[in-house]
């Protein structure tokens, strides 16, 4: 179906919009001194933080404009610190402890892939060997890979989202130039998105002395991965088929097995004591001993879309990060359009700078491709064949998917847009 007429209206001032955005330069930051390493969260938060995106951020405690109309927040919220953000225009709806630098665990991952997904095509094929799975540190979550076995870029991308799979972070890490140099270039591209509190030692968020990062951070990075398809199709797939051991059958012929994963996101797949979240369509969850249980979300109701990030829920109550995440995502939904924001999330340092040139590489795609129609469709029909099928079932969940607008054109909003969840479909 068409995009709705809202959008399209939106969309038809582009090229007006186009030369005025250029004039638009990032926001000065401030952020607070790096924190010395550290391997056990702080009670409480720094007096002292990061003013990025605004002087309320900055401030410890809840943010919030609770003016007239403006529904109260959640009661019984437990997290160290929280965000609410719109994905497209950049408000800031409500924070708590914005800045706070902590363990982020697994919600690393979105940096490393944020970081690493443009490098290689998803056919690209890697032969696994004993140096890809040195070093992984004790009690992390695996997808199960196995040395001497060939799996595909696609594949091991799979398993960094669905089951949050440090086997295959290291893996792709090797591929990428070894786990220093994927670290280097994770935290300069923190930098580049102006996630300035943020530090990586490790690329999958094990728990490392001086790793940290921030509800505010998770969330800017979350939003920077979104504009890419690729990541958009994999935080959303709910489950698909994995690349298992190779083994003879009774006929003596080798046979390569599978198995199925399920993505660790409750939100996404449920569980016993919750339900998936209207609407949500990603993006990635963790939990170390250090870092508790954190996770940002990205939910798409009514043509609002929003960004949750949660970290380390002090109530030890089962699946608690989501249920918090879940209750902020109501509100946020209730509050948009009503709240005054009390901050933003800043724009890379580069967009200021950036074009929109037709025929460039929009798509964000690994591997590339310019057609934004052609990364659209692949959007929201992702195949069977790629393992992807749960793809249609997240993001059709109210029947939204996330794609690209026509090749060249870029959405002005206020700031740094996400693209549209513009397409409707039933439920798969």
Request: proline share 6%; net charge neutral; charged share 20%.
């Amino acid at each position: 179906m068409s995009a709705p007429k809202k959008t399209t209206g939106r969309v038809l001032l582009v090229t007006s919009a186009v030369v005025s955005s250029l004039a638009l330069t990032a926001p000065v930051s401030y952020a607070a001194p790096k924190p010395p390493p550290s391997t056990s969260p702080s009670a409480t938060p720094p007096a002292n933080m990061s003013t990025v995106g605004g002087e309320r951020l900055g401030q410890p405690g809840t943010q919030a404009n609770l003016a007239g109309g403006v529904p109260v927040l959640p009661k019984d919220l437990t997290a160290r610190s929280w965000v609410i953000a719109d994905a497209e225009s950049g408000d800031v709806l409500a924070a708590h402890n914005a800045h706070w630098r902590l363990a982020p665990a697994s919600t690393m991952k979105m940096l490393f892939a944020d970081t690493v997904l443009p490098k290689f095509p998803k056919s690209t094929e890697h032969k696994v060997v004993p140096s890809d799975l040195a070093d992984i540190g004790s009690g992390s979550s695996m997808v199960g890979i196995k040395e001497g076995e060939t799996y595909s870029v696609h594949d091991l991308w799979l398993g960094v989202f669905l089951r949050s799979g440090n086997d295959a972070v290291h893996v792709l890490s090797k591929m990428n130039g070894g786990i220093d140099n994927t670290v280097k270039e994770m935290n300069e591209h923190a930098e580049e998105l102006q996630a300035l509190d943020t530090h990586a030692v490790s690329p999958d968020g094990y728990d490392a002395p001086g790793q940290v990062s921030s509800a505010y951070d998770l969330t800017l990075i979350a939003r920077s991965g979104l504009q890419k398809k690729d990541f958009r199709e994999y935080c959303s797939t709910v489950s698909a088929k994995f690349p298992g051991e190779t083994k003879k059958n009774k006929k003596g012929k080798s046979v390569r097995e599978t198995f199925e994963i399920q993505n660790t996101n409750r939100l996404l797949s449920g569980d016993s004591d919750i339900s998936v979240y209207q609407g949500i369509a990603g993006v990635k969850n963790g939990n170390t001993t250090n870092a508790g249980s954190t996770f940002t979300g990205v939910a798409e109701r009514d043509g609002k879309v929003l960004l949750v990030t949660v970290m380390n829920p002090e109530k030890s109550e089962h699946n608690e990060v989501y249920k918090e995440t879940a209750r902020l995502f109501d509100w946020g939904f209730q509050a948009a359009g009503k709240v005054q924001p009390v901050g933003e999330l800043v724009p890379p340092k580069s967009a200021a700078q950036a074009t929109a040139q037709p025929g460039a590489n929009d798509s964000g795609e690994a591997g590339g491709s310019g057609d934004a129609e052609k990364s659209s469709k692949s959007a929201v029909g992702a195949s069977a064949a790629d393992g992807s099928s749960g793809v249609g079932v997240a993001l059709g969940i109210t029947g939204g998917a996330l794609v690209l607008l026509a090749a060249g054109a870029f959405l002005i909003n206020r700031r740094w847009p996400l693209p549209d969840l513009v397409r409707r479909r039933g439920r798969s």
